[in-house]
């Protein structure tokens, strides 16, 4: 009995903790950050496509690995649209945008990896919900 008391009060504890993590994360949020609108103006992006080669048994045989600029790489338009392939690689994204606190324009840059959405998803015109530092303008990051 009194095992299982114990854990009832360890699970309880994790969940006032969970609480309070995500209870500061929201007030941090609120405090230090406004949100605004940024338009990608450009993409530097790296990319490393591996082809691999399978047998009548699904074993490896062969691997092939292609790094580049990903728009270089002939395989790039496939491997956005199906994801057929391993990609590795960062996607260095330009952005421009107003601060909210002054209105100034001000340019930032966030930065994706081959694991993330954006890496396949976005380009040059589109439009990206960011955070920007209410102490520093030119600081932001992903919304």
């Not at 993409?43 to 009548?56: L, Q």
């Not at 324009?105 to 994706?112: A, C, I, V």
């Amino acid at each position: 009995m009194n095992y299982l008391v114990t854990r009832i009060y360890g699970a309880c504890g994790a969940m006032v903790l969970l609480a309070c993590v995500g209870a500061y994360k929201a007030m941090d949020r609120a405090a230090n950050w406004k949100p605004a609108t940024a338009s990608v103006s450009y993409i530097d992006r790296k990319c490393t496509i591996i082809r691999t080669t399978y047998d009548e048994n699904y074993k490896a045989t062969d691997k092939q690995a292609f790094s580049d600029s990903c728009n270089s790489i002939d395989e790039w338009e496939k491997v956005r649209s199906k994801r057929n392939k391993t990609v590795d690689g960062t996607a260095v994204v330009h952005l421009s945008y107003a601060a909210p606190q002054n209105g100034q324009s001000e340019t930032g840059e966030l930065t994706f990896d081959g694991r993330d959405d954006e890496f396949y998803q976005m380009k040059a015109g589109d439009e990206v919900p960011i955070l920007v530092s209410n102490s520093d303008p030119t600081k932001i990051k992903k919304a």
